[in-house]
């Protein structure tokens, strides 16, 4: 039971990208696709910040000086994070804003029925 606890968010992490994978590569309405893509860049985010967390230390904030540096963990992926969320929320709000444009063009937000998007 504690390998379970130990490893649940690498299988969390794992579980959002492979379900964010399968609402991209079935779906064709285009905001289920964009909320897949959603979900694989929610699951990239968890997956970092569960690889870059060591148990038994705390979060890389100084509010005294006896804290030792050893004792807390790397504050990079916290930051690459932080970093992906804003970025993400920004590509999100564009996503949506060119499906409103293909809505307002072609009637439908089907990518099958969409005119330029034939294979």
């Known amino acids: 039971m504690n390998f379970l606890f130990n490893w649940m968010y690498y299988f969390a992490s794992g579980g959002l990208i492979l379900v964010g994978l399968y609402i ?3 779906k064709t309405n285009l905001i289920k696709i964009i909320i897949g893509i959603n979900f694989i860049e929610t699951g990239v985010n968890i997956l970092l910040i569960s690889i870059g967390y060591i148990k038994g230390r705390t979060a890389p904030i100084f509010s005294t000086t006896d804290i030792n540096p050893a004792d807390v963990v790397d504050p990079v992926p916290q930051a690459l994070v932080l970093t992906a ?5 920004a590509v999100l709000a564009l996503a949506l804003s ?20 034939k294979w």
Not at 85 to 89: A, K, L, R, Y
């Open 85 to 89: 969320i804003v970025i993400g929320v």
């Open 24 to 26: 991209v590569l079935v």
């Open 98 to 117: 060119i499906v409103i444009r293909v809505y307002k063009h072609n009637k439908t937000l089907d990518v099958t029925k969409i005119k330029g998007l």
